[in-house]
T-cell receptor, first 113, second 116 residues
């Protein structure tokens, strides 16, 4: 069965520093991976996805993610964090053969001034 | 293009009642998926509709049902509400063609359901 794990409940970063939010996955077949962000009282906003091709995926708001097949990881990164990046981040994997997302538990990112 | 819209945004119901939530997808999208978000269980898939047919279903009891109309708008119904049904219900739309497995799902703002 497909699954994703986000090992950190919370990540704290100082504004201006690089940030990393971790995600590992377990899939049978090709991994289709996604990152979403959720602000308070809002739905999920799409950041980026990996389907195939270049292992470094660039997305919205300056975020990028690195797909690593050998480590089964898909970590979200940003070179310089902003206070406005503080939110809940979800990694997701497409269930094999279905138009259905399986989400990780989420990681709360707190960026401090 | 307008995004995914969900109505109502907030609902308060009592145990035993039923509720209907509505979702209008992005124009041109034919797939609508529903998810339940709770603090304890996280984000869980309920079902997906494509061209008025349920294409996928998650592990929820039969009290949870849905339908899709010819204009791709979708409704979700929960009957005999329980306290544990309190959650944020999110719908997502995508083109849905060729099974939709590489699609990006775009989410609405959600409906916050509180069951008293």
């Amino acid at each position: 069965a497909q699954s994703v794990a986000q090992p950190e409940d919370q990540v704290n970063v100082a504004e201006g520093n690089p940030l990393t939010v971790k995600c590992t996955y377990s899939v049978s077949g090709n991994p289709y991976l996604f990152w979403y962000v959720q602000y308070p009282n809002r739905g999920l906003q799409f950041l980026l996805k990996y389907i195939t091709g270049d292992n470094l995926v660039k997305g919205s708001y300056g975020f990028e993610a690195e797909f690593n097949k050998s480590q089964t990881s898909f970590h979200l990164k940003k070179p310089s964090a902003l206070v406005s990046d503080s939110a809940l981040y979800f990694c997701a994997v497409r269930d094999s053969g279905y138009n259905k997302l399986i989400f990780g538990a989420g990681t709360r990112l707190a960026v401090h001034p | 293009k307008a995004g995914v819209t969900q109505t109502p945004r907030y609902l308060i119901k009592t145990r035993g009642q039923q509720v209907t939530l509505s979702c209008s997808p992005i124009s041109g999208h034919r797939s609508v998926s529903w998810y339940q978000q709770t603090p304890g269980q996280g984000l869980q898939f309920l079902f997906e509709y494509f061209s008025e047919t349920q294409r996928n279903k998650g592990n929820f009891p039969g009290r949870f049902s849905g339908r899709q109309f010819s204009n791709s708008r979708s409704e979700m119904n929960v009957s005999t509400l329980e306290l544990g049904d309190s959650a944020l219900y999110l719908c997502a739309s995508s083109p849905g063609l060729a099974g939709g497995t590489t699609d990006t799902q775009y989410f609405g703002p959600g409906t916050r359901l509180t069951v008293l």
